[in-house]
């Protein structure tokens, strides 16, 4: 594929992230995209992109992007309908043991601790002594990742 090509297809990826954000909100509850809302988007980007070959690859990574994101969302939402059952067992065993009291159960320990954490106030204080707060800063590097 030559380097023209290339540069439409990226050019017009842009759109993609457009089409993902203006599908309705009733299909992103559902973890599925409705297609006919796809095509017709794809439809009209198509009108801007003149080259037949570009909009064939545009158009097959929609599909793939879609799949993609319909199986990340979908295990999204398991795995906090999974965190959720595992609160409700937690809240069910909470009620047959004691809080700082560790209980042994069919083999298996189990404890549930209550205790007070002390935080620093890193936004009061870099208010109240800012140079202060500036000589001790520490930059780390972090990741975050999400598809809304």
Sequence with gaps: MN????????????QIDDL???VPEENNKSNSVDFEIVDTKIEEAKVEVN???VYNKLRELTA???EVQNKYKTMENKLLELKQKRKEIEEEIKKYINPNEPKVIDGRKITWSVYVEKR???KRFKENYPQLYE????????ERFNIK
């Excluded at 380097?3 to 842009?14: Q, T, V, Y």
């Excluded at 001790?136 to 590097?141: A, L, P, Q």
């Design 64 to 66: 793939d992007w879609l």
């Design 120 to 122: 620093f106030d890193s």
């Design 20 to 22: 993902f954000n203006t």
């Design 51 to 53: 080259n037949e070959e």
């Design 135 to 142: 000589q001790f800063v520490k930059e780390n590097t972090r």
């Design 3 to 14: 380097e023209a090509i290339k540069n439409d297809i990226f050019k017009s990826l842009s």
